[in-house]
């Protein structure tokens, strides 16, 4: 039968009414899955919750509704239901303890898969192809091989110092040289100099472009995933972004080839390289099948750029405002580091664990001002669950708002008081008793859920709280960081995006005394020795 008969054969209002069903319907569909899913802000039909979206700072407008719903509430964005959790407990209940069900990732199309070609662990579906990665990832990040990065660490740290000394209004940017120096040793066993050199500001590049991809509503592939398929040549928007991908994973794989041939030449020369998370993983591929090609293994060690540098520095900004405006922690830090340390040398990570107001202030300053502030990047559910009673459909969309979670006042009262003395007293073994100010029991071992959750938390977290703690505790022995007189500190005033950090403010960073400056420019010259074997990336 032609097409054209099919059409006419059927009476005008069949074709209505079938034009309204699929529709009604669908709508139908959503309220029955509004009635049983947690509650939320109504939402309205087919737009959902996006009006009623702030365009900025999200976390905020969340953590009020969790106010009105509850810890566990529904925002649509469109037709798609995104849970949001703003309890600890509760976070820990579905993103641990059933973390078959929810340890996936959103689909995020034009970047995880048009961009990066599934090839980032970050973004990648739960499945193989993530725990291939994320296996590789552990291996090089175990605390055995944690123990090998920490002589750069330290020396980075000393350098950090020596720079505070010579520039201390530069502090931002020599905070942030610090964190990609140690990020780039402990992937690839090579320093940075400088924020300039050609290979930090391809790095930013990346950075920003991926990020430029992730904003809703630019791409329709996102809501029609289809689109991906279409052509290069009809859709110049995706040739774009492969060819942004294709420059990427030539610059990782370029990264790679230079360990191989450090180690090529350091086997000729009979010589040791620095030990980095590149030459363990080409290392462990001589002796084992690993089963990816040269572009998926080259994004392993590219990875720790992305997810471990600009987190690492803002977090150490946010050391700074706490500081600022929270001088009496400032006071405690000194205390404790002259009765331990004394003035002829600075602390080490052989210190750490004589020094708990430090390792309590490195821990206050990851959940007084969460960089990840809605959990880094969000989790979906694999399977369908029901959790107190509501039922949580596969494929939704599961964000920790950690900035409702570290800021809720059941377990951390008064909570937006900078006060490291919440992590005292509460040794590892025993993370699960109330803390000093008697709030309710944290479930992870750490206090705190800055890191993420269950199989998808942070691989990096120990590596980053060893960066934390070694640079906190070097720059609070040497300097005062202070506020400048008729300054007005704002502790809210933070940037916009996934990951956040201070606005800019200006603060007084000076040596405590002359004595102090003596000792961290004498061991500036030490920390160049063990710095001297990480050849620069040169700008
Ligand atoms: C203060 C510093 C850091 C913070 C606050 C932080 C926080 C986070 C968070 C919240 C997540 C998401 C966890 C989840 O989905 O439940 C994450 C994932 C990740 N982080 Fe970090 N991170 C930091 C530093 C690092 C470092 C130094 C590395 C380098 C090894 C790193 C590598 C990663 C990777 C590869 C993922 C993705 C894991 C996956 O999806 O399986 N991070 N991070």
């Known amino acids: 039968m032609a097409l054209e008969s099919i059409f006419t054969s059927f009476p005008t209002y069949v074709w209505l009414s079938l034009l309204l069903a699929v529709p009604a319907l669908t709508l139908l569909h959503d309220v029955w899955l509004w009635l049983r899913m947690p509650p939320g802000p109504t939402p309205l039909p087919f737009v959902g919750n996006n009006l009623q979206l702030p365009k900025s700072q999200p976390w905020i407008q969340f953590q009020k509704w969790s ?16 849970v949001v959790l703003s309890d600890p407990v509760i976070a820990a209940d579905l993103l641990e303890k059933r973390s078959n069900k929810y340890s996936s990732r959103p689909r995020m199309v034009a970047m995880g898969e048009i961009l990066w070609d599934g090839a980032s662990v970050l973004v990648q579906p739960y499945g193989k192809e993530w725990s291939i990665r994320r296996r590789l990832l552990h291996q090089a990040l175990t605390p055995k091989a944690l123990r090998l990065y920490k002589p750069v660490q330290t020396a980075e740290a000393s350098r950090l110092c020596y720079q505070l000394l010579q520039t201390p209004l530069n502090w931002e940017k020599l905070l942030e040289r610090f964190t990609s120096s140690i990020v780039f040793s402990v992937a690839y066993g090579h320093r940075i100099d400088s924020l300039n050199a050609q290979v930090i500001r391809q790095r930013f590049d990346f950075m920003h472009y991926s990020a430029s991809l992730n904003v809703p509503g630019k791409y329709a592939v996102e809501s029609f995933p289809f689109l991906k398929h279409i052509p290069d040549v009809l859709a110049p928007w995706k040739a774009e972004i492969k060819a942004h ?22 086997k000729i020369q009979g010589v040791d390289i620095p030990d980095s998370l590149c030459k363990l993983l080409l290392e462990l591929r001589e002796k084992e099948h690993i089963p990816l090609s040269d572009r998926d293994f080259s994004f392993i060690p590219a990875s720790l750029f992305g997810a471990g540098s600009d987190t690492t ?10 500081l600022v405006t929270h001088p009496v922690t400032l006071r405690a830090a000194h205390e404790e580091l002259d009765a331990v340390i004394g003035p002829s040398r600075t602390p080490t990570f052989d210190d750490e664990s004589r020094l708990p107001y430090i390792r309590a202030l490195v821990k206050e300053v990851l959940r007084w001002r969460p960089v990840a502030v809605l959990g880094g990047t969000p989790h979906a559910s694999t399977e369908e669950d029901f959790y107190e009673g509501y039922y949580i459909p596969a494929g939704t969309t599961i964000l920790g708002n950690s900035w409702a979670i570290n800021l809720n006042e059941e377990y951390y009262p008064n909570p937006h008081q900078f006060n490291p003395t919440r992590f005292l007293d509460i040794p590892a073994e025993k993370a699960s008793l109330p803390n000093l100010h008697s709030g309710k029991p944290h479930p992870a071992r750490s206090g705190h859920s800055s890191f993420g959750w269950g199989r998808r938390i942070c691989p990096g977290a120990d590596l980053a709280a060893n960066t934390l ?15 400048i007189k008729g300054v007005r500190y704002d502790t809210f005033a933070y940037t916009d995006g996934f990951n956040i950090r201070p606005r800019k403010f200006e603060c007084e960073i000076r040596a405590r005394s002359e004595a102090h400056r003596e000792i961290l420019e004498r061991e500036q010259r030490d920390a160049e020795h063990v710095l001297e074997v990480y050849g620069p990336f040169v700008e």
């Open 469 to 483: 703690f070694v640079a906190v505790a070097k720059i609070l022995w040497g300097f005062d960081i202070l506020p």
């Open 67 to 82: 106010k009105v719903y509850g810890p566990i509430f529904t925002v649509w964005i469109g037709r798609k239901p995104t």
């Open 245 to 266: 991908g294709r420059r990427e994973a030539e610059a990782n794989m370029a990264l790679v080839n230079v360990v191989r041939s450090d180690l090529a030449r350091a």
């Open 313 to 322: 520095a803002s977090t150490l900004c946010t050391a700074f405002l706490a």
